[in-house]
């Protein structure tokens, strides 16, 4: 009788898991014959509701692999950057530029050098909607792997010397676990960071040649270009509906899993079980399967001690370390003269063609690119103080209450992890309406996309106060406004700088789509950088192009290392809370 509760109890459970890997088949079945498809640059688009699923699947999988090649990227550079002087001093600067590229300064190159490597099938469309996401995910994530590995503790590094830990082990036992918490936290912005752009991804124009590949991007494009009103509704809710899939299937277990590897515990606040992992407790077939990994493992690791042991050989594939490549002076010095001789000669190839480009950018078009560059300064600069007006309060509000914490949090991740380009439509609708002249509701599109990274660093921060000083300043009677002006913004000040600094970054890559972008058939774009970016791109005027983003690139470094570098060096110097 117990048997057959048993089984009648994991029934459930296993159809979810056929389900979930039929669906998986399914869709890495579609997603490969798609590749393989004859060459189809301008796809047609079927608005009808029984192609969502397929567009669904097809953008979930290309900004999953989009975000396995960030971490596979992440984990080698920003490592190699944090364990190796030499290579630092190249990439951390390499990368300070990279990031500060938009999408569409990798769009035209890439897109047409992919589809010249492949002319018959769409593998380059698809190689080039993949590495276009993949520059909007990676940056983000590799900076904190870096910043993490760099800020290890002394006393960590002390105690893995002493047990005689080699790299390897190192990095996975602990390295890496100290760095989860932030990275995994920054792999979510940045997965969202890559939505931002998925219409762009999906559906561009090069000229007088529309691209288009079938996906929740392509779709909302073409519903937005043809005014379709309900099917910018659906592709909303799909959007809506992919996200909460994917964070109740990935996010939420991993955020828990993760819990374990927290250095501090904020009262009130307990990793609670995701609901995916109460469903799939009971299914016979994950057990079975999380058996046989776990077996596996564990003979691994007895043939290793059996052979240490017995002092026998150990199979020269249980001796690579790949660590040791980047740890190693002699190889380490070879490689980077390799590579700083490769980036010396791309620097001057490039440097000769992009002077070319630049001479031959007429005066008049110098003028407007300038211009551009102040009044997208005055818009990023302003949602940044918009999204700080709300943000602030409301994450202190949240982060200092654990109970407002647990309901709070899986909505803002949410929230965050929604592409704001597909909300412009609406968002834009309600400002003609309110008669919001375009060139202030640009300013306020930028806001829905950038408020997201402010929220989530201060709400970090807030999550950090001290309860003890909180609890004290209120027993000693100080009012509600000594307690922010004293405790609250000294202690989150430095991750409100983070905020500021990310949002900052994302708000000149988002005035490419903020400020250039079609309403009811109709182009609606503003005097700005990002607007002078979007017609080069879609024109072909490379020369304009280039011009453009270098101002833009320009623009973005200056600021970093001066506005910027002064406001973190004074959140570190002053408003640095030390608790020893």
């Known amino acids: 009788m117990q048997k057959v509760q048993i089984k009648y109890r994991s029934l459930p459970s296993d159809l979810l898991v056929l389900a979930l890997l039929g669906a998986l088949v399914y869709a890495l079945i579609a997603f490969g014959q798609e590749w393989q498809s004859d060459f189809n640059p301008s796809i047609e688009i079927d608005l009808s509701v029984s192609s969502i699923p397929k567009y669904a699947l097809f953008s979930a999988l290309r900004g999953l692999s989009a975000f396995i090649i960030s971490l596979l990227f992440t984990f080698v550079v920003g490592y190699w950057a944090a364990k190796s002087s030499r290579a630092e001093k190249i990439i951390i600067p390499l990368l300070d530029i990279l990031q500060s590229i938009p999408v ?79 990275l995994i936290w920054n792999c979510l912005m940045s997965l969202s960071g890559g939505w931002f752009f998925l219409m762009v991804c999906e559906a561009f124009t090069l000229g007088s040649q529309n691209y288009r590949l079938p996906g929740l991007g392509a779709y909302m494009a073409v519903a937005i270009q043809n005014n379709d009103l309900s099917s910018i509704l659906l592709g909303i809710s799909s959007m809506a509906g992919l996200i909460i899939v994917m964070d109740m299937l990935i996010w939420r277990p991993i955020l828990a899993w993760a819990h374990q590897f927290r250095l501090e515990d904020i009262p009130g606040l307990t990793a609670s079980e995701p609901l995916m992992n109460n469903l799939l407790r009971d299914s016979a077939i994950l057990n079975w399967f999380t058996l046989y990994l776990r077996r596996r493992a564990l003979r691994r690791k007895f043939i290793e001690t059996e052979l240490v042991s017995n002092n026998r050989q150990t199979p020269w594939i249980l001796k690579i370390n790949f660590l040791k490549f980047f740890q190693n002076r002699l190889i380490s010095k070879i490689i980077t003269a390799a590579i700083i001789l490769f980036f010396l000669l791309l620097l001057i190839f490039g440097t000769g063609k992009l002077v070319g480009q630049l001479v031959a950018v007429p005066a008049d078009e110098w003028e407007l690119v300038l211009e551009g560059t102040l009044f997208t300064f005055l818009r990023v600069f302003g949602a940044i103080l918009l999204g700080t007006a709300w943000a602030v309060p409301t994450a202190l509000w949240i982060g200092t209450n654990g109970k407002r914490l647990r309901v709070a949090q899986p909505i803002i991740q949410i929230l965050a992890s929604f592409p704001a380009p597909m909300l412009y439509p609406l968002a834009l609708g309600l400002f003609l309406w309110l008669k919001i002249p375009f060139s202030v509701g640009s300013m306020l599109l930028l806001l829905l996309g950038i408020q997201w990274y402010i929220l989530f660093n201060v709400l970090a921060g807030a999550m950090r106060i001290p309860q003890e000083l909180d609890e004290a300043m209120r027993v000693i009677g100080s009012s509600r406004r000594k307690r922010w002006v004293k405790l609250y913004l000294p202690s989150i000040f430095p991750s409100l700088v983070s905020g500021w600094v990310a949002a900052a970054g994302g708000a000149w890559n988002a005035s490419i789509v903020a400020e250039y972008l079609y309403y009811e058939g109709k182009l609606m774009s503003t005097r700005g950088l990002g607007s002078v970016i979007s017609q080069a791109a879609f024109s072909k005027n490379f020369n304009l192009l280039a011009a453009s983003l270098m101002v833009m690139v320009a623009a973005v470094v200056v600021l970093n290392r001066t506005l910027w570098a002064k406001v973190y060096h004074l959140a570190q110097t002053r408003y640095r809370l030390d608790l020893y």
Not at 106 to 113: E, Q, R, S, T
Not at 161 to 171: A, I, M, R, T
Request: glycine residues 6%; hydrophobic residues 55%.
């Open 104 to 182: 569409l300064g990798f769009l035209p190159g890439l897109v047409l050098a992919l589809v010249a490597i492949f002319p018959t099938t769409n593998v380059g469309l698809e190689l080039a909607s993949i590495i276009m996401i993949f520059t909007g995910q990676v940056w983000n994530m590799t900076f904190s792997f870096y910043a993490s590995i760099k800020s290890l503790p002394s006393d960590f590094e002390e105690v893995s010397n002493l047990v005689g830990l080699n790299s390897w082990e190192k990095l996975w036992k602990v390295e890496v676990p100290f760095a989860m918490t932030n």
